[in-house]
């Protein structure tokens, strides 16, 4: 069973492994009997500069794999690497600094702060980082304005539509230039139009910045924007197959 595409294999002389996990596992107890196995032995590589969909039914395991590697979860075996540094080897405190430096988040539900504007949302990254707030809130605006936000700097999410809180959502993810992106059901809650805009701001950030994103969809269009689709069942990886997005790019 592949964890990896011929083509990923290919692009390893030329890519640099941004994510390593190798022999993955993740056991939740229920009760005193029962053990509820949901990752079982995975491994997969992901390259610096990849845009990847997971992919499966519900219950498959793609949310908790997704939790591993932000480190929202804790793992029951196996290891993961980011940029090189064994995550497992981190204390708590430097964990947590790791986490913010390396990973950024996109939920579905966007998770805004619904007493701060915009700017404020998208700033708070670097406030915990210790980043002056003077220079925090003009970084803030620079990328809102990047991602056409200009004119909603300072309206709360209640008065932004679903599309605009997404891209507040991405512009907090991306302020601190985490080396990996990870969204669940990041178009979950868009209708098709507002979606497809959002898939294109997240390609358009991929090439431009060679950042990696790892995205958990249901919906074979959004997954068909990216390189490669993991496709997984019973907390395994079943196959890898290359989006045809690359495929057209590379025609």
Request: glycine content about 8%; aromatic content about 4%.
């Amino acid at each position: 069973m592949e964890s990896v595409t011929s083509k990923q294999k290919e692009n390893a002389a030329t890519k640099e492994p941004i994510l390593e996990i190798n022999g993955l596992h993740k056991r939740y107890s229920e009760g005193k009997s029962n053990e509820v196995h949901a990752i079982r032995g995975l491994d997969l590589t992901v390259n610096k500069g990849d845009m990847m969909a997971i992919m499966g039914p519900s219950g498959c395991g793609k949310t908790t794999l997704l939790n591993m590697i932000g480190h929202l979860d804790r793992r029951s075996e196996g290891t993961i690497v980011i940029n090189n540094i064994d995550t497992a080897t981190l204390s708590d405190g430097k964990m947590t600094n790791f986490r913010r430096d390396n990973i950024g988040f996109i939920f579905q539900l966007f998770n805004l702060f619904p007493f701060l504007s915009a700017v404020e949302n998208v700033e708070t990254p670097l406030l915990l980082k210790g980043i002056n707030s003077g220079v925090a809130r003009e970084q803030a605006k620079m990328i809102l304005r990047e991602l056409g936000m200009g004119d909603r700097l300072y309206h709360l999410p209640s008065e932004l539509s679903g599309g605009q809180q997404q891209r507040v959502a991405v512009a907090r993810a991306l302020i601190t230039e985490p080396a990996i992106i990870l969204g669940d059901e990041p178009t979950g809650d868009l209708d098709s139009t507002t979606s497809a805009d959002v898939m294109h701001l997240f390609r358009r950030i991929n090439k431009m910045n060679n950042q990696t994103l790892v995205l958990v969809t249901h919906n074979r269009w959004i997954a068909e924007q990216c390189d490669y689709i993991v496709h997984m069942s019973d907390g395994k990886i079943s196959r890898v197959e290359q989006g045809p997005f690359t495929s057209q790019e590379e025609a």
